[in-house]
Nanobody, 124 residues
């Protein structure tokens, strides 16, 4: 069992930046691949980024590639999402999730634990 708590969301103007954090407690953090997902109003939750257990493998959704950076600090039990050049279409609730599988996944059904989400709102 692992508990996940996101923070760092807020209101930002288009072109700005935010850094989301997801703090994990419970079982060994380094035993999980960690993903970020987001859900915009009226839309399905979608994959944003994933980082493998050791940080070697990282994948992004095409919509955020080149603007967002996922990273993790296993010593601090925390995964981050640095979001630059934000656009109004990035407005969503952002969730972090933990996956116990060895391989990295981009499908939300593969993830075992979820945080409560943090709101990101980008104004135009």
């Amino acid at each position: 069992q692992v508990q996940l708590v996101e923070s760092g969301g807020g209101l930002v103007q288009a072109g700005g930046s935010l850094r989301l954090s997801c703090a994990a407690s419970g079982r060994t953090f380094s035993g999980y691949s960690m993903g970020w997902f987001r859900q915009a109003p009226g839309k399905e939750r979608e994959f944003v980024a994933v980082v493998s257990r050791t940080g070697v493998y990282i994948y992004y959704a095409d919509s955020v590639k080149g603007r967002f950076t996922i990273s993790r600090d296993n010593a601090k039990n925390t995964v981050y999402l640095q979001m630059n050049r934000l656009a109004p279409e990035d407005t969503a609730v952002y969730y972090c999730a933990a996956d116990t599988a060895v391989v990295v996944h981009r499908t939300q059904s593969d993830y075992d634990y979820w945080g409560q989400g943090t709101q990101v709102t980008v104004s135009s």
